[in-house]
């Protein structure tokens, strides 16, 4: 009787694992077909694209996609957000696109969404290679974002207004911006305030080449970090011996209190003086503002100039 019901719970333990097989093999095969059907829509609407690479028509585009949120807040800026159809999430941050799609993350988009988006230019960064050719592929027309400095900003806003249809906007926009940078030169401090930027961890700091250093100095700060170029991280050794005036961190990632915790900190003259002060990350990448940047970093620096 013993040997019966051993004999039985196999049977019944075979029958199980047949049917686990079966289902996982039926599980296969409609994640196979999903996929095969994916590649044919996909296939067939890159099928019926032109051949020949894209070029540009001088027709304003009706549809645009933005995978780079300085691009996307130039964008909304320029007015044309009735034109973005379509940007990645990380645009998302930018107010006035609410009502655009989302295709993805950076270079990892939808081609097939964008596809069916009928997208007729695409902003991208100067380093999304990837999407580059995609959109070549697509025939899709591109305007590529360079790297962002204060000095070719006007430029890009003049050259991507030209693009879009806003050429007497984008114009508006550059000149409001030179003539900002001006009066800012000209009415520079004789001696700048020694000022630390705290990025999005301990000690990782932006040098004079970058954006974030073009803040600074524009705002009239000296920046304590002279060892980096663009970004990256210090030690700590280095931004205590610079001894900083006012210290920036950005809003939500660093505090004074945490600051002021970290061992020799305390002796800093902006900390030992409470003057950290937290600005919204807005204004040092994502969105490119940057005379909101400056504005807001001058009213913590201590040298008169015109606003």
């Known amino acids: ?73 130039l964008l909304i800026e320029l007015g044309a957000a009735g034109e973005l159809a379509a940007i990645d999430r990380y645009g998302k941050i930018v107010p006035g696109t609410e009502h655009a799609a989302e295709v993805g993350r950076g270079s990892a988009l939808s081609a097939e969404r964008v596809l069916l988006l009928e997208i007729d230019l695409a902003v991208i960064w100067y380093y999304q290679h990837s999407l580059q050719s995609l959109f070549r592929r697509m025939n899709i027309p591109t305007f590529i974002v360079p790297p962002l400095r204060c000095d070719n900003y006007p430029d890009v806003v003049e050259a991507l207004g030209k693009r879009i249809g806003r050429a007497e906007k984008a114009a508006e926009i550059a000149a409001r911006f030179r003539r900002l940078i001006r009066e800012l030169e000209q009415n520079a401090p004789a001696r700048r305030t020694r000022v630390y930027l705290e990025l999005y961890s301990p000690c990782r700091s932006a040098g004079n080449e970058s954006y974030a250093g073009d803040l600074l100095r524009l705002s009239g700060g000296e920046n304590v970090v002279s060892s980096l170029l663009r970004s990256g991280t210090v030690s700590a050794e280095a931004i205590i011996h610079g001894d900083p005036e006012v210290i920036f961190v950005v809003d939500g990632f660093t505090s004074p209190d945490e600051l002021a915790r970290r061992s020799g900190w305390g002796e800093i003259s902006a900390v030992r003086n409470r003057r950290v002060f937290a600005i919204d990350r ?11 940047a400056i504005r807001e970093m001058s009213l913590h620096l201590p040298s008169p100039r015109k606003q």
């Open 1 to 73: 009787m013993l040997s019966f019901q051993k004999a039985a719970a196999r049977n019944h333990s075979g029958t199980d694992q047949l049917h686990n097989r079966d289902f996982l093999f039926t599980l296969a095969q409609i994640h196979f077909f999903h996929s095969l059907r994916r590649a044919w829509l996909l296939l067939s609407l890159l099928a019926a694209l032109p051949l020949a690479a894209a070029t540009e028509s001088g027709t304003p585009p009706r549809r645009i996609l933005s995978t780079t949120t300085a691009g996307t807040a």
């Open 282 to 292: 807005k204004y040092l990448g994502p969105v490119y503002d940057p005379a909101g």
